[in-house]
């Protein structure tokens, strides 16, 4: 299994990230993905989660109607949309295939002006 996760970066409050995650390894189109991030000096939290055809989407709490999680199987990919940042969604963001307790190796997100 491989996970690999890409657009991260620095964007000011208000602005708008699209993190991707590219799978391999297993049939993608058959596991829920999920997408979790981790803040200095915090533990690790779950932010959004999709089932395998996108049929059933949950949410934190923190980013509910501003995150947007989706995935194309024909890509192997699965997204996190993310708008209207605020510092606090600073975190290393991880792409996960829950039953398969398998982790991506992050990629950075800072909000600040």
């Known amino acids: 299994v491989q996970l690999v996760e890409s657009g991260g970066g620095l964007v000011q409050p208000g602005g708008s990230l699209r993190l991707s995650c590219v799978a391999s390894?297993?049939?993608?189109?058959?596991?829920?993905m999920s997408w979790y991030r981790q803040a200095p000096g915090k533990e690790r939290e779950l932010v959004a989660s999709?089932?395998?055809?996108?049929?059933?989407?949950r949410y934190a709490d923190s980013v509910k109607g501003r995150f947007t999680i989706s995935r194309d199987n024909a890509k192997n990919t699965v997204y996190l949309q993310m708008n209207s940042l605020k510092p606090e969604d600073t975190a290393v963001y991880y792409c996960?295939?829950?039953?398969?307790?398998?982790w991506g190796q992050g990629t950075q997100v800072t909000v600040s002006s």
């Open positions: 996960k295939v829950p039953s398969l307790d398998s």
């Open positions: 390894g297993f049939t993608f189109r058959s596991y829920v």
């Open positions: 999709i089932t395998t055809v996108g049929d059933n989407l």
